[in-house]
Antibody, heavy 118, light 113 residues
Framework: QLQLVQSGAEVKKPGSSFNISCETS????????ITWVRQAPGQGLEWIGG????????NYAQKFQGRVTITADENTDLSYLNLYNLRSDDTAMYYC???????????WGQGTLLSVSS | DIVLTQTPLSSPVTLGQPASISCRSS???????????LSWLQQRPGQPPRLLFY???NRVSGVPDRFSGSGAGTDFTLKISRVEAEDVGVYYC???????????FGQGTKLVI
């Protein structure tokens, strides 16, 4: 059974960078899509971007273009989200999700809380 | 860009009674490959989202059959035939396409007992 485990909560200062990992257990699934989503406190879900590990090319929401990098290693099935030049409104819970396609995100990580404050 | 609009945003329900959530798209969601990549997610309080349905009506294993997904084109519906206490949470419709890759979410509908 595929399970996703994300790295722990972080507190960052404005202008700094943020890096979280998403580890897949239960096998390797290079053909499974990986999507990163965030949820600000009390708000809805917001798509950040995603990648197919076997293709290794990420796509990003326009809002985050130039400020985000998503990578994935098809051998280790680890994915990373890097967000740069943090602002206070980046404070949110960040989730990785995987599935057979970007429309079938069957598996979700537990979430990683990022707090950005001076 | 495609916009998904959910109604209602909050739905007071009574245990044992039906509930229905609508998701309307700003344009047809029928993809070039003829599929419609509209999914429904449930997020219980304090939990990550959980996939309920993909491609409109394909139920994920473990989802109770009191839930159903339907619709076509621009109008989609999630129905619960008889609400149970464990159904409390926020429900999202989501579009997930591959070429180009994009995930779009509705605003969410909060189901309250």
């Amino acid at each position: 059974q595929l399970q996703l485990v994300q790295s722990g909560a972080e507190v960052k200062k404005p202008g700094s960078s943020f890096n979280i990992s998403c580890e897949t257990s239960g096998g390797t699934f290079p053909n499974y899509a990986i999507t990163w989503v965030r949820q600000a406190p009390g708000q809805g879900l917001e798509w950040i971007g995603g990648i197919f590990p076997v293709f290794a090319t990420a796509n990003y929401a326009q809002k985050f273009q130039g400020r985000v990098t998503i990578t994935a290693d098809e051998n280790t099935d680890l994915s990373y989200l890097n967000l740069y030049n943090l602002r206070s409104d980046d404070t949110a819970m960040y989730y990785c999700a995987r599935g057979r396609s970007f429309g079938e995100l069957s598996y979700w990580g537990q979430g990683t809380l990022l707090s950005v404050s001076s | 860009d495609i916009v998904l609009t959910q109604t209602p945003l909050s739905s007071p329900v009574t245990l044992g009674q039906p509930a229905s959530i609508s998701c309307r798209s700003s344009q047809s969601l029928v993809h070039d490959d003829v599929n419609t990549y509209l999914s429904w997610l449930q997020q219980r309080p304090g939990q990550p989202p959980r996939l309920l349905f993909y491609k409109i009506s394909n139920r994920v294993s473990g989802v109770p059959d009191r839930f159903s997904g339907s619709g076509a084109g621009t109008d989609f519906t999630l129905k619960i035939s008889r609400v149970e206490a464990e159904d409390v949470g926020v429900y999202y419709c989501m579009l997930g396409t591959q070429f180009p890759h994009r995930n779009t979410f509705g605003q969410g509908t909060k189901l309250v007992i």
